[in-house]
């Protein structure tokens, strides 16, 4: 019995170890501490931590790849409940409100308010059951330190060289070698004046080095080039008269350092205020990039004539009934549309696919950017019906507040800037659509008309112009003029609209 307990120095030390936990192999079990390796003998619930249910940044629109959190609805150890509000996520279109699909208790928030930039299927908060210890929630291990970790605290943070080596293998930019591509104008301009843009910044689209670069820094080589002329006038490296370092004279013109830009001068070269890009902003300039370059885009104008629209305005406003011109217009370009489908149509990717609902895109300027509500079927609702439904899409816009359902989809744009003064405009084609229609401002103009007896006479109009961009895969030409031509005829003769 005493010769079973007794622990020799070599033996007894190989015993504690085996109690404690420890490996007598050497490895990473074997420089565990003490608790660690208890822990991993046992594997007691209790001392692994509460096991938790993962919240994850979802997809709350179809083109969503990031969002930011805005704020937290539910703190740290609050029960939550399945469709409960968990926090505010601003997505590429607006703040939206991410609900719970699970039961528990809130127990960790990994990603504070004002996180930016959170990709998809990060991890934002963990949950726990009812009843379970909250505060003893598992957080697991390959994102505990992602959270609060910059790129470069990461590095330093992390003591294995396996991370840290591949950092210095970035190969050194080599004087004269371009790392971005050239457009062809810009090209022409380096190769005939010699110019070496290897430490040029591009500021086109995709980083190609557009003609502007290359003419900014045509212009940074005259300029400096007129500089260095100056003191050249004296060949000698000192003169016992004067001093060849001394400061130019007044009419030579100092560099400021650092740059600053002064109110009604040009401002300096390289001086600028960088504004940060918010989302909606980086996908408004993703989306105008894509029309432009993958549509080839059509155009025609035609004026129509508001008078019959504006006296029927008037007289359902005696009756305390509040509509607006642009009303109108969504009324009668979404009859257009029922009369001739074929304009009714989105590009699929391989051709175009025709809808069965008229379903209207209005656009709606906020602080954020340029928003697109979609009044859905507006061929089957009235000018008033129209009128509700703009009015609380745009507030909800102007808010922030609109879910993806009331923004997705759509056969068919309208932006009206009259209100603006615009006379005239022309833009450009929301994908997958296949037009999209630029209201200007009503203006009155002396036309000729000709009366039932046949004399002709000088009456006023009030006439707006209206601009159609067209995909000229789906809409042709004529295709287009007679889309305008029904337009037209639905704004001067509203009566069609009651068809």
């Given at each position: ?244 370092s001394a400061p130019p004279p007044a009419s030579m013109p100092r560099p400021a350092i650092p740059p600053f830009s002064v109110p009604g001068q040009r401002p300096s070269v390289g001086a600028f205020t960088e504004v940060p890009a918010s989302d909606v902003r980086r ?104 009128a509700a439904s703009v009015k609380v899409l745009a507030t909800k816009a102007k808010d922030g507040k609109l879910p993806p359902e009331e923004y997705q989809g759509g056969s068919f744009s309208i932006s009206d800037l009259g209100m603006f003064g615009v006379s005239s ?75």
């Amino acid at each position: 019995m005493a010769a079973s307990l007794w622990l020799n120095c070599s033996g007894g030390g190989r015993m504690i170890n085996l109690l404690l936990g420890r490996s007598l192999a050497r490895g990473a079990l074997a420089s565990r501490p003490h608790a660690a390796g208890w822990r991993f003998l046992h594997k007691t619930g209790a001392l692994l931590g509460t096991p938790a249910v993962k919240i994850l940044m979802p997809a709350l629109s179809p083109t969503m790849e990031e969002g930011n959190i805005v704020k937290w609805l539910k703190q740290e150890g609050e029960t939550v409940n399945v469709g409960d509000a968990l926090c505010e996520i601003e997505t590429d279109k607006a703040v939206v409100t991410m609900e719970s699909s699970d039961d528990g208790i809130l127990a960790k928030i990994m990603k504070e308010e004002g996180s930016k930039n959170v990709r998809l299927g990060t991890l934002i908060g963990l949950l726990v059951e009812e009843g379970e210890d909250w505060k003893q929630v598992e957080i697991p291990s390959d994102t505990a330190d992602a959270p609060s970790l910059s790129p470069a605290a990461a590095a330093a943070a992390t003591p294995s060289p396996a991370i840290v080596s591949p950092v210095p293998k970035k190969p050194e930019q080599q004087p004269g070698k371009l790392r971005f591509r050239l457009s062809p104008a810009a090209r022409n301009i380096l190769e005939t004046h010699g110019l070496d843009a290897s430490h040029s910044t591009p500021s086109g689209p995709r980083g190609i080095f557009t003609k502007e670069d290359a003419l900014k820094l045509l212009d940074q080589k005259q300029k400096g080039k007129s500089i260095e002329a100056r003191p050249v006038v004296s060949p000698l490296p000192a003169q016992p008269t004067g001093v060849p370092s001394a400061p130019p004279p007044a009419s030579m013109p100092r560099p400021a350092i650092p740059p600053f830009s002064v109110p009604g001068q040009r401002p300096s070269v390289g001086a600028f205020t960088e504004v940060p890009a918010s989302d909606v902003r980086r996908v408004i300039a993703k989306r105008v990039t894509e029309s432009k370059m993958t549509i080839p885009h059509a155009y025609a104008t035609a004026d129509c004539d508001l008078g019959a629209v504006l006296k029927l305005k008037q007289e359902l406003a005696k009756d305390n009934i509040q509509v607006s011109v642009n009303d109108f217009i969504i009324k009668a370009t979404a009859s257009a549309l029922k009369q001739m489908p074929d304009v009714n149509v989105i590009w699929d990717g391989e051709g175009p696919r025709q809808l069965q609902s008229v379903d209207i895109s209005i656009a709606v300027a906020t602080d954020q950017g340029l928003f697109t509500p979609t009044i859905k079927d507006a061929a089957t609702k009235g000018v008033q019906e129209i009128a509700a439904s703009v009015k609380v899409l745009a507030t909800k816009a102007k808010d922030g507040k609109l879910p993806p359902e009331e923004y997705q989809g759509g056969s068919f744009s309208i932006s009206d800037l009259g209100m603006f003064g615009v006379s005239s405009f022309t833009g450009f084609v929301n994908p997958p659509q296949a037009c999209f229609l630029a209201v200007g401002r009503t203006r009155l103009e002396l036309g000729i008309v000709v009366d039932e007896e046949g004399n002709e006479r000088l009456q006023q109009h009030q006439l707006m112009t209206v601009t159609l961009s067209s995909d000229g895969r789906m809409v042709d030409d004529e295709l287009a003029s007679k889309f305008l031509k029904s337009l037209k005829a639905n704004l001067e003769n509203p009566v069609r609209l009651a068809l």
